[in-house]
């Protein structure tokens, strides 16, 4: 099992920064891919980035140039930096862990971008 603790998140302004973090425990493997995604009101959760043990890092076209994702692997935390953020990212973000077959999610934390 892998329990996952998220913090981070608010309300910012558009164009303004948050920073989001996730710090998991538990049976974490040498290998895994921990990220995140996001889920706006109505709409289906959807990928914004991720990133392996082995530093492969993908990220949503949506967000590319203005989010980056970074892990500590001792630590077992990963986070994302949020910059420029527009209305539209708005969502509850999710952490993410997978391990072999096994998924982990995060209890979600709320990101708003209003003025």
């Known amino acids: 099992q892998v329990q996952l603790v998220e913090s981070g998140g608010g309300l910012a302004q558009p164009g303004g920064s948050l920073r989001l973090s996730c710090a998991a425990s538990?049976?974490?493997?040498?290998?895994?891919?921990m990220g995140w995604y996001r889920q706006a009101p109505g709409k289906q959760r959807e990928f914004v980035a991720s990133?392996?043990?082995?530093?492969?890092?993908a990220v949503a076209d949506a967000v590319k140039g203005r989010f980056a994702i970074s892990r500590d692997n001792v630590r077992n935390t990963v986070n994302l930096q949020m910059n420029s953020l527009k209305p539209e990212d708005t969502a509850v973000y999710f952490c993410?862990?997978?391990?072999?077959?096994?998924?982990?999610w995060g209890q979600g934390t709320q990101v708003t971008v209003s003025s």
């Open positions: 538990g049976s974490i493997f040498s290998f895994n891919v």
């Open positions: 993410r862990v997978t391990v072999g077959r096994n998924e982990y």
């Open positions: 990133m392996s043990s082995t530093s492969i890092t």
